[in-house]
Antibody, heavy 121, light 107 residues
């Protein structure tokens, strides 16, 4: 059973870069899409983007090119960097897995427990 | 972006009641829809994928239906452990988008 665990600072200053890492255990990263999502009381659940095991990534345009997701398969980790943060980026951040693009596989089937990141000076 | 609208935003029902939650997409998404259950303080968990397929391990009292723009998830007999917020999510087009959630409580 694959497990995901987010890690990173819980407090980030406005205008700085938020950096989070997700460590994957109990399974391989090969063949899967690795996603970041966030949740706020105001905007609900928001998909941030994914990185495929090949390194190809895709992002939510709402983040205006501030997000970068990268992969380190040697460490079984993938990471999120979100630049120029504001208070609006305060949220619970989740990492998750999508098994693939085929029918029956396009779902977030494993999630980390989530980590609260607060943007404040 | 495809907008997903859920209703109601909250509901209160008795144990054993049949509960139905609806989700409407702003455009045709075929059956490219998933449902998630989120309990307080926990990550969401997938219940139903491709509109009507039950995820492994999910109790059979949950069912999903719909295609195109209108979808439902039904709990045939509400149990205390079903207290949670339920979300629909479309994967027809990027960016993936979620409904606003339906909070289910016990009366």
């Amino acid at each position: 059973q694959v497990q995901l665990q987010e890690s990173g600072p819980g407090l980030v200053k406005p205008s700085e870069t938020l950096s989070l890492t997700c460590t994957v255990s109990g399974g391989s990263m090969k063949g899967y899409y690795w996603d970041w999502l966030r949740q706020t009381p105001g905007k609900g659940l928001e998909w941030i983007g994914y990185v495929y095991f090949s390194g190809v990534s895709n992002y939510n345009p709402s983040l205006k090119s501030r997000a970068t997701i990268s992969l380190d398969t040697s460490k079984n980790q993938f990471s999120l960097r979100l630049s120029s943060v504001t208070a609006a980026d305060t949220a619970i951040y989740y990492c998750a897995r999508t098994p693939g693009p085929a029918k029956g596989w396009q779902k977030f089937d494993s999630w980390g427990q989530g980590t609260l990141v607060t943007v404040s000076s | 972006d495809i907008q997903m609208t859920q209703s109601p935003s909250s509901l209160s029902a008795s144990v054993g009641d049949r509960v139905t939650i609806t989700c409407q997409a702003s455009q045709d998404i075929s059956d490219h829809l998933n449902w998630y259950q989120q309990k307080p303080g926990k990550a969401p968990k997938v219940l139903i994928y491709d509109a009507s397929n039950l995820e492994i391990g999910v109790p059979s009292r949950f069912s999903g239906s719909g295609s195109g723009t209108d979808f439902t998830v039904t709990i045939s007999s509400l149990q205390p452990e079903d207290i949670a917020t339920y979300y629909c999510q479309q994967y027809d087009n990027l960016p993936f988008t979620f409904g606003g959630g339906t909070k289910v409580e016990i009366k």
